[in-house]
């Protein structure tokens, strides 16, 4: 886990409602990679670690006989299953809340196992290890997150680009200069190294490979407010008392930049590594 914290239930206290608008989707084609390159075929099962509101395992949810998704917060489960409802993929999916470091939980083996920007605030070493031991015989275990290394432009396209800085700027002058995190601070942010993790617990790998993106958006305010209470590090009950007046002070802002209260933005390119279980070497 990230260095001087320790995990507590309030990190995304809040977030779940605003997940699903707030956050950029996966770029366009996810699905289908890992389709060809794990040979799914409707069938096995796939185990999400710290599935959130459930946005990585019900878009692959068609690629397996039966999903499970866990996860600590028990707003983000209930997301999950109403989503699952919504999607009519209800009866092949299960929400369990616990937190990644007590599995296997009873849950059995899986083909495959997803963490979708999840590992980092994990006890990596202990997961890998006990995830290595659920994965069935040349199971995979797939880290999926936005690729960090590219720059998007928004010129040509509309509208402004949504003002990231100045309203880290808003979230730090409520919240503080140092990242929060639940109860605590990121005083060092959170690690990588995750190769170094995974080839320790056994896995072979990875293989690499990048979706890509680019792909122009339109965002509102309400997005852009949906967004900043989707993430752990401005969780709407970090706001406290306070939170009426981020509100305003963010709406101030935002139209500020944009009078038509639009915001161009480009879908990030989507990285996946993909590691193996040692049997498949």
Same mark, same amino acid.
């Given at each position: ?33 890992? =389709?060809?390159?794990?040979? +799914?075929? /409707? @069938? ?7 599935? &959130?509101? #459930?946005? !990585? ?107 990231? =800085?100045?309203?880290?700027? +808003?979230? /730090? @002058? ?7 995190? &639940?109860? #605590?601070? !990121? ?95």
């Amino acid at each position: 886990m990230p260095e001087g914290w320790e995990w507590d239930d309030t990190l995304f206290l809040g977030s779940a409602p605003y997940y699903r608008r707030g956050r950029l989707p996966y770029a366009p084609g996810l699905a289908e990679l890992l =389709a060809e390159v794990l040979r +799914l075929d /409707g @069938r096995g099962r796939l185990l999400d670690v710290g599935c &959130g509101p #459930g946005i !990585l395992a019900l878009g692959l949810a068609h690629l397996f006989g039966e999903v499970v998704g866990v996860d600590p917060d028990g707003g983000m489960i209930a997301e999950a299953g109403q989503r699952a409802d919504e999607a009519g993929v209800a009866r092949k999916a299960r929400w369990v809340q616990v937190r990644a470091e007590e599995l296997p939980a009873g849950l059995g083996t899986f083909t495959v196992a997803t963490f979708g920007q999840s590992f980092h605030w994990m006890d990596r070493d202990l997961l890998a290890a006990t995830v290595r031991d659920m994965l069935r015989p040349a199971g995979a275990l797939v880290h999926i997150s936005d690729l960090k290394t590219e720059t998007l432009s928004v010129d040509g396209l509309p509208y402004p680009g949504v003002p990231y =800085a100045a309203i880290n700027d +808003l979230v /730090g @002058r409520y919240l503080g200069p140092v990242r929060r995190a &639940g109860r #605590g601070v !990121l005083l060092y942010g959170t690690p990588s190294g995750e190769a170094a993790v995974l080839g320790r617990a056994g896995f072979s790998g990875p293989e690499r490979y990048v979706v890509p993106g680019g792909q122009a958006l339109e965002r509102t305010c309400g997005d852009v407010l949906a967004w900043v209470f989707s993430t752990s590090s401005s969780a709407p009950h970090l706001f406290g008392t306070r939170r009426g007046d981020f509100e305003a002070d963010l709406s101030r802002l935002l139209r500020e930049t944009s009078a038509a209260g639009r915001f161009s933005e480009r879908q990030p390119s989507t990285e996946v590594f993909v590691w193996r279980e040692p049997s498949a070497s």
